[in-house]
């Protein structure tokens, strides 16, 4: 089951811009920061709410690392933005064969490493209505993605 919205991914040129950005104007503060060289990305994590049920809501902000890369292709075409949104699970991999069985290309054949250990996969732009859809299963239940420890 898709049982939240994980984070909204959006790209921008300046990551340290883009942080003091939602720092000053809206009081959100880094949680996390990351450099994902597969996915070509540099990336902050902002919290924007935690659960005792099931984990926390972020922003990810996305500089990229390289031109070619999707974050960088798509800030050329499309400029600073809304890039992406993650539903979290309990279990990407039975969601990820779910979504595949219904007719939609999911983009890896399995999870890759995601923000904060987490196991994450794409389904196609295409396929879902000119949304890039992420889905991502959480580390684990602790405090470091939001949860509760008790
Ligand atoms: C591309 N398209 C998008 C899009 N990116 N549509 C909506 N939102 C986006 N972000 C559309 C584009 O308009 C084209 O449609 C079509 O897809 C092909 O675009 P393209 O520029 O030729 O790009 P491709 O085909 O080289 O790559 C598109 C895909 C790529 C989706 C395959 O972006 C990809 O692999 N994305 C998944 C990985 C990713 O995004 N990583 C960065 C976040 P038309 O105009 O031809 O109809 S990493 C992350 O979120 C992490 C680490 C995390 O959450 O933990
Ligand atoms: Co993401």
């Known amino acids: ?12 040129h300046d990551l340290d811009a883009t942080v003091e950005f939602y720092r000053s104007t809206y009081g ?5 920061r990351e450099v ?16 005792d049920d099931g984990g926390a809501t972020w922003l990810q902000l996305l500089q990229p690392l390289r ?5 960088g292709k798509w800030l050329a075409r499309h400029g600073e933005g809304v890039h992406h949104i993650a539903f979290g699970t309990d279990d990407v991999d039975a969601e990820a ?11 890896y054949d399995a ?10 996969t794409f389904l196609h732009p295409q396929d879902c209505h000119g949304v890039l859809t992420e889905i991502v299963t959480a580390a684990a239940p602790d405090a470091a993605r939001g949860h509760s420890a008790h």
């Open 1 to 12: 089951m898709l049982s939240r919205i994980d984070h909204i991914g959006i790209a921008c």
């Open 28 to 32: 959100f503060e880094v949680h996390h």
């Open 36 to 51: 994902n060289e597969e996915q070509g990305v540099r990336e902050a994590m902002l919290r924007v709410n935690g659960t």
């Open 67 to 71: 031109e070619d890369s999707p974050v």
């Open 97 to 107: 064969d779910a979504v595949r069985g219904r007719g939609v290309r999911v983009l």
């Open 111 to 120: 999870p890759r490493r995601g923000s904060m250990g987490s196991r994450i």
